[in-house]
């Protein structure tokens, strides 16, 4: 509130009284006066300098009006109006730097007239619509008055719309009714005779505008400036909210609203609750509106804006003008406090807010200086309302006014909710980006915060965490979705089994093809049952694990088929790992013999261990009998025990059973319908579980193993020969071999079924494997869920890349921290449960007891789920997207990011075949974002940079990349990512100052330096990080223009902050090529060339 001391009355009437004096020494109709423009007019204003065809900034407000109009008085009544008030006369324009109102003494402003009176009654809701579009979308120049326009739309004598469409910059949400009332009070004065009863103005905007900027210029507000600058220390830049489409590099305002109403229940409920912890039910929204956000965007650190009166004084409230400030509040969720700590954290934050509302929201951002982003809105990118602006009846004599509800096609923000009570009912509104948002993702936001709110009236002591966002009929649908059939399969006849059934049925048949060696189905089966009654002679029986530590061959069938045939389970050890890492596993394991060649012995030197070597020994081995063996076996005993990575640095083992490894082959063998006809590539190292289809898929369909050794299966070149020499029916491999054998000039098998899985898929290689094969499949799973778990039979059309579906007896579940079901459209954490779980870690317990946990949607006793650490979502169009690993999700600079977002927009460039993302920590131990690229053509960093500021915001652009001719891989054909090279470091990263290299990059130094108080400039130096804020970038457009005889746009300057890209951009404006060549040099003002001849006197 004002105090007397900074509220001098007579200093107000002074000026007034000046300004009365200069009117009269002047031609009225001419005459304009000058007044420094409010910090809520510059912040408009820099915004309809960055998008100058923005109209998301105009108010719009369209009355049906019945009964005898009288135009003319309508007419008179509006000019009076714009008499009374000045800023109905105000135009803003630029005078020596500073944004300022320039005011018309008088204006007539006529009312425009369409008549449509020979229009149908029928066509005339649909003409209304049509001139409600054509008038919102009407541009103002905001230096050119009026910035509002008045249409009378008529259709009748007696049936009209009135159109009043005004700026925001000269008039708030407050200052409407104003309008309308005295514009009601002026009609009704003038065709009635009477008086208008209108009290004088004491004040004018114009006047409150000096005010505000004295009383800030005095050193007043200084505790309030510290309340916010303390208050948002460290705050967040953005709110990442999930959205349906990745955000535009440069801020849109294309929008739309959905309105919901609150049951009138709900709506006493919340007040009850409200009343109960002494909260408003502004405070008690906001809260429940914090947590709705938070449960989306995962941050528990957040910032609202919210919008305040701004008349904190009484001769203030019948101006028209735009008095609205915008307060930044940050929402503290941190703890998972409960509903009710909350919203007492909420309270005092609101009551604080309150207490330094004086401070404009222009010069917080000014002087917090936060990171300048082109993409979002600066300090916040949501806002919440609470309406309570007046809103008096007002009426035109004898006629009667409707109010039309406008729809909106524009958005300031990302999102807004807007609350309002009307008739003992709770009426809300989101507004919402549609570049960003969908509408059924909005219409489910809405529903959710309905929900979430009936939850926090039923107990406001229960974590915010666990507050219900869906209803108990939306949590069965999402189950339903990713629940598969529950269809009968062969639990108890195990792989073997099968295949011994089909050596009986096709015996003759090709079971192995490996180079120059070809092996039945019955020369199979019965070197097996050799190798198993061998084991069997020496001890080893049902239970055991059995390491396999072959060459790839049929030496490496027969083996693992000779330790499922006595019940064990077969540990695979390839012989390419490090010495030290197959000695971990056979201690851990504690395997009971293993399965070896002398020569692979010879070679690694294992220590002592129980061994058979199938070469030196063969001749004993061939001596067993060769018939099957008559072992029962249980569907829960292991069928293999396969090691993968651990965080821990050595790798922890997944005991897979023979029920869940039965499952999935009959779900493959269903959906694929192989048969002895088909050939099936085997390429997969026997320690990466994938091979399990390659080599047992075939086995029980009496068809071909086309088995491949480790040279054909990591050189494109060879494998492609492989390929043609062989008529392969179904191939599975990697996102990454794929993309191999892509490079290496594959042109595609027409007849062969292709899957890729291990690996994300991306778009642009499932573009090109649908036109190489019958069909591709993209399929997923972890080792721990035996194999793949969902598959996707991915079109030619495809847009999107899906997870796909669970396969039979398969349930996945998308949840949060909590294990609770998310809703579709929010990323979570993706969970498996059903028939192809593993048992879990062997010798790990206290892992195996965090990853695999109770399924608490499951009514089977002791059912389980498997929690992944892949971070999924359910897209609106029903696609289940894979957006990454949970690790992979990182924090730069308070920015949460998805690498594989960048990933993926780097990968779109045409000379870009694949590209990997990650975080490394730099020499001062900051974390930035390293881009690894493999490409088809040369290409600058700068070139890069460039490509993806079109698409990414700042923040998500790599600090450096890093060009490779091939990935680092794993043994399993997996990109080895601990293996990517550390970057060199980039000149960007070095302190030194970089000198301008030509007269418009020296004008733009000494610029710089002038309205920065530099001494020194670099020309790679950002201006905002200098100090520089949005009106002082407008000052720097100006003096270049007047300098260089070039205008910019003020967005220039936010796309590239840096001399050299100014530089770059005036030099395209002027049709220069290059800011390097040297002909036809940029002529100069006399400005120009006097800043430029001092830059070069200086040492």
């Known amino acids: 509130m004002l105090n007397a001391q900074n509220d001098p009355?007579?200093?107000?009437?002074?000026?007034?009284?000046?300004?009365?004096?200069?009117?009269?020494?002047?031609?009225?109709?001419?005459?304009?006066?000058?007044?420094?423009?409010?910090?809520?007019?510059?912040?408009?204003?820099?915004?309809?300098?960055?998008?100058?065809?923005?109209?998301?900034?105009?108010?719009?407000?369209?009355?049906?009006?019945?009964?005898?109009?009288?135009?003319?008085?309508?007419?008179?009544?509006?000019?009076?109006?714009?008499?009374?008030?000045?800023?109905?006369?105000?135009?803003?324009?630029?005078?020596?730097?500073?944004?300022?109102?320039?005011?018309?003494?008088?204006?007539?402003?006529?009312?425009?007239?369409?008549?449509?009176?020979?229009?149908?009654?029928?066509?005339?809701?649909?003409?209304?619509?049509?001139?409600?579009?054509?008038?919102?979308?009407?541009?103002?120049?905001?230096?050119?008055?009026?910035?509002?326009?008045?249409?009378?739309?008529?259709?009748?004598?007696?049936?009209?719309?009135?159109?009043?469409?005004?700026?925001?910059?000269?008039?708030?949400?407050?200052?409407?009714?104003?309008?309308?009332?005295?514009?009601?009070?002026?009609?009704?004065?003038?065709?009635?005779?009477?008086?208008?009863?209108?009290?004088?103005?004491?004040?004018?905007?114009?006047?409150?505008?000096?005010?505000?900027?004295?009383?800030?210029?005095?050193?007043?507000?200084?505790?309030?400036?510290s309340y916010w600058k303390e208050t948002l220390a460290g705050s967040p830049a953005l709110l990442q909210l999930p959205t349906d489409r990745l955000r535009p590099a440069s801020q849109t305002f294309h929008g739309n609203s959905y309105r919901f109403s609150l049951?009138?229940?709900?709506?006493?409920?919340?007040?009850?609750?409200?009343?109960?912890?002494?909260?408003?039910?502004?405070?008690?929204?906001?809260?429940?509106?914090?947590?709705?956000?938070?449960?989306?965007?995962?941050?528990?650190?957040?910032?609202?804006?919210?919008?305040?009166?701004?008349?904190?004084?009484?001769?203030?409230?019948?101006?028209?003008?735009?008095?609205?400030?915008?307060?930044?509040?940050?929402?503290?969720?941190?703890?998972?406090?409960?509903?009710?700590?909350?919203?007492?954290?909420?309270?005092?934050?609101?009551?604080?807010?309150?207490?330094?509302?004086?401070?404009?929201?222009?010069?917080?951002?000014?002087?917090?200086?936060?990171?300048?982003?082109?993409?979002?809105?600066?300090?916040?990118?949501?806002?919440?309302?609470?309406?309570?602006?007046?809103?008096?009846?007002?009426?035109?004599?004898?006629?009667?006014?409707?109010?039309?509800?406008?729809?909106?096609?524009?958005?300031?923000?990302?999102?807004?909710?807007?609350?309002?009570?009307?008739?003992?009912?709770?009426?809300?509104?989101?507004?919402?980006?549609?570049?960003?948002?969908?509408?059924?993702?909005?219409?489910?936001?809405?529903?959710?915060?309905?929900?979430?709110l009936e939850s926090i009236v039923s107990d406001d002591q229960v974590p915010i965490s666990r507050l219900a966002l869906l209803s108990l009929e939306e949590q069965q649908q999402l189950i339903a979705t990713f629940t598969a059939p529950t269809v009968a399969y062969p639990r108890e006849k195990h792989m073997h089994q099968r295949f011994e059934e089909q050596a009986e049925r096709v015996p003759q048949s090709l079971a192995i093809h490996h180079g120059e060696k070809r092996i039945t189905y019955q020369e199979l089966n019965q070197r097996a049952n050799q190798v198993a009654h061998r084991l069997q002679r020496e001890g080893i029986g049902a239970g055991a694990f059995v390491g396999i530590c072959v060459e790839r061959s049929a030496e490496m069938l027969v083996s693992i088929l000779a330790i499922l045939k006595i019940g064990g389970a077969y540990v695979p050890l390839d012989p390419d790992y490090p010495v030290h890492r197959l000695e971990f596993i056979i201690q851990d394991s504690n395997i009971a013999l293993l399965i070896t060649q002398q020569s692979i012995l010879e070679r690694l030197?294992?220590?002592?261990?129980?061994?058979?070597?199938?070469?030196?020994?063969?001749?004993?081995?061939?001596?067993?009998?060769?018939?099957?063996?008559?072992?029962?076996?249980?569907?829960?005993?292991?069928?293999?025990?396969?090691?993968?990575?651990?965080?821990?640095?050595?790798?922890?083992?997944?005991?897979?059973?023979?029920?869940?490894?039965?499952?999935?082959?009959?779900?493959?063998?269903?959906?694929?319908?192989?048969?002895?006809?088909?050939?099936?590539?085997?390429?997969?190292?026997?320690?990466?579980?994938?091979?399990?289809?390659?080599?047992?898929?075939?086995?029980?369909?009496?068809?071909?193993?086309?088995?491949?050794?480790?040279?054909?299966?990591?050189?494109?070149?060879?494998?492609?020969?492989?390929?043609?020499?062989?008529?392969?029916?179904?191939?599975?491999?990697?996102?990454?071999?794929?993309?191999?054998?892509?490079?290496?000039?594959?042109?595609?098998?027409?007849?062969?079924?292709?899957?890729?899985?291990?690996?994300?898929?991306?778009?642009?290689?499932?573009?090109?494997?649908?036109?190489?094969?019958?069909?591709?499949?993209?399929?997923?799973?972890?080792?721990?869920?035996?194999?793949?778990?969902?598959?996707?039979?991915?079109?030619?059309?495809?847009?999107?890349?899906?997870?796909?579906?669970?396969?039979?007896?398969?349930?996945?579940?998308?949840?949060?921290?909590?294990?609770q079901l998310v809703p579709a459209g929010i990323p979570g954490e993706l969970y498996i449960g059903g028939e192809g779980l593993a048992h879990g870690y062997l010798n790990r317990p206290d892992l195996t007891a965090t990853t695999f946990r109770p399924d608490p949607f499951s009514k089977q006793p002791g059912a389980r789920i498997y929690k992944t650490g892949d971070i999924v979502r359910y897209s609106n169009d029903q696609v289940l997207e894979y957006l990454g690993r949970s690790d992979f999700q990182v924090k730069v600079r308070g920015h949460r990011i998805e690498l594989g977002e960048i990933e993926a927009c780097l990968e779109r460039h045409s000379e870009i075949k694949q590209a990997i993302v990650t975080v490394r920590e730099d020499q001062s131990n900051d974390q930035r974002i390293v881009a690894y690229l493999r490409t088809t053509a040369t290409l600058s960093t700068a070139e890069i940079r460039s490509y993806l500021q079109k698409d990414l915001p700042a923040y998500m652009i790599p600090s450096a990349f890093v060009i490779l001719d091939a990935w680092p891989l794993t043994p399993n054909g997996k990109i080895d990512r601990r293996a990517l090279p550390a970057p060199e470091i980039e000149q960007d990263d070095q302190p030194e100052i970089v000198l301008p290299v030509n007269q418009v990059e020296e004008v733009l130094v000494k610029l710089w330096a002038q309205l920065l108080g530099l001494e020194q400039v670099s020309t790679n130096w950002n201006f905002f990080q200098l100090g520089g804020h949005s009106l002082l970038g407008t000052q720097l457009m100006i003096r270049i223009t007047e300098a260089l005889k070039v205008e910019l746009p003020l967005r220039a300057l936010f796309e590239d902050p840096t001399i050299s890209g100014l530089a770059q951009a005036i030099e395209q404006q002027i049709g220069q090529e290059s800011k390097q060549k040297k002909a036809s040099p940029v002529r100069l003002t006399r400005t120009a060339q006097r800043l430029g001849s001092i830059n070069k006197k200086k040492p």
């Not at 209108?198 to 507000?221: C, F, K, N």
């Not at 793949?788 to 579906?805: E, F, N, P």
Request: charged share 20%; aromatic share 8%; with cysteine.
């Open 605 to 819: 030197q294992l220590k002592e261990t129980h061994h058979l070597r199938l070469d030196t020994e063969q001749t004993a081995i061939e001596q067993e009998s060769s018939a099957n063996l008559n072992t029962s076996i249980a569907a829960e005993q292991p069928a293999y025990l396969i090691y993968t990575s651990g965080s821990t640095g050595n790798p922890k083992g997944v005991s897979v059973p023979h029920a869940a490894l039965n499952n999935f082959l009959h779900y493959m063998q269903a959906t694929f319908q192989i048969t002895e006809q088909d050939s099936v590539l085997a390429i997969s190292s026997l320690s990466f579980d994938i091979s399990a289809l390659e080599l047992f898929l075939p086995l029980i369909s009496g068809a071909c193993i086309e088995l491949v050794g480790r040279q054909e299966a990591t050189d494109g070149r060879l494998l492609i020969k492989v390929l043609k020499q062989n008529n392969i029916t179904l191939i599975q491999a990697t996102a990454s071999t794929w993309q191999m054998l892509i490079s290496s000039g594959w042109q595609g098998k027409p007849n062969a079924t292709l899957l890729c899985g291990g690996e994300a898929l991306p778009l642009d290689l499932a573009q090109k494997l649908t036109a190489r094969g019958k069909a591709l499949w993209n399929v997923y799973g972890p080792t721990e869920a035996t194999v793949w778990a969902t598959l996707y039979h991915v079109k030619k059309d495809a847009r999107h890349i899906s997870l796909g579906q669970p396969m039979d007896n398969v349930q996945i579940y998308i949840l949060d921290k909590q294990l």
């Open 263 to 452: 049951p009138r229940e709900l709506t006493k409920k919340i007040e009850a609750l409200g009343h109960r912890n002494r909260t408003t039910l502004y405070m008690t929204l906001m809260a429940a509106f914090q947590v709705l956000l938070f449960r989306y965007s995962g941050q528990d650190d957040m910032v609202i804006g919210t919008p305040i009166a701004g008349r904190t004084r009484m001769d203030l409230e019948g101006i028209i003008g735009l008095f609205t400030n915008t307060l930044a509040l940050r929402g503290d969720l941190s703890g998972d406090p409960t509903f009710q700590e909350l919203l007492a954290r909420v309270r005092q934050s609101t009551l604080d807010a309150y207490s330094n509302q004086e401070i404009p929201l222009e010069r917080l951002v000014e002087e917090l200086q936060p990171e300048r982003n082109l993409s979002y809105n600066p300090l916040f990118q949501v806002m919440f309302i609470l309406q309570n602006t007046p809103s008096d009846a007002f009426k035109l004599a004898d006629l009667t006014l409707t109010v039309v509800k406008l729809p909106s096609d524009t958005a300031k923000f990302d999102l807004t909710l807007t609350c309002w009570q009307e008739n003992d009912n709770l009426q809300a509104s989101l507004e919402y980006n549609t570049d960003l948002f969908d509408e059924s993702t909005i219409q489910r936001m809405a529903q959710q915060l309905q929900t979430l």
């Open 9 to 225: 009355k007579a200093t107000l009437e002074q000026d007034m009284a000046m300004e009365d004096e200069q009117l009269e020494q002047s031609d009225n109709e001419e005459q304009t006066y000058l007044f420094p423009a409010s910090f809520g007019q510059e912040r408009l204003w820099l915004l309809n300098q960055l998008e100058p065809e923005n109209t998301a900034y105009n108010l719009l407000v369209t009355l049906k009006l019945k009964g005898p109009l009288d135009i003319s008085a309508l007419n008179q009544s509006l000019n009076a109006l714009v008499q009374r008030h000045e800023t109905l006369r105000t135009s803003l324009v630029m005078q020596d730097g500073q944004l300022m109102q320039s005011i018309a003494a008088e204006l007539a402003v006529p009312i425009e007239q369409i008549d449509r009176q020979s229009i149908a009654a029928e066509q005339r809701d649909a003409e209304m619509q049509r001139w409600i579009k054509k008038i919102s979308n009407r541009k103002f120049k905001l230096d050119q008055g009026p910035l509002f326009h008045a249409t009378l739309l008529q259709f009748q004598p007696t049936s009209a719309v009135f159109f009043l469409a005004i700026h925001h910059s000269i008039a708030d949400g407050w200052s409407l009714p104003i309008i309308f009332q005295e514009l009601s009070a002026y009609y009704n004065a003038i065709v009635t005779g009477q008086p208008d009863n209108l009290p004088e103005l004491t004040i004018q905007y114009a006047d409150y505008a000096v005010w505000q900027r004295e009383w800030l210029a005095s050193g007043e507000l200084d505790e309030q400036l």
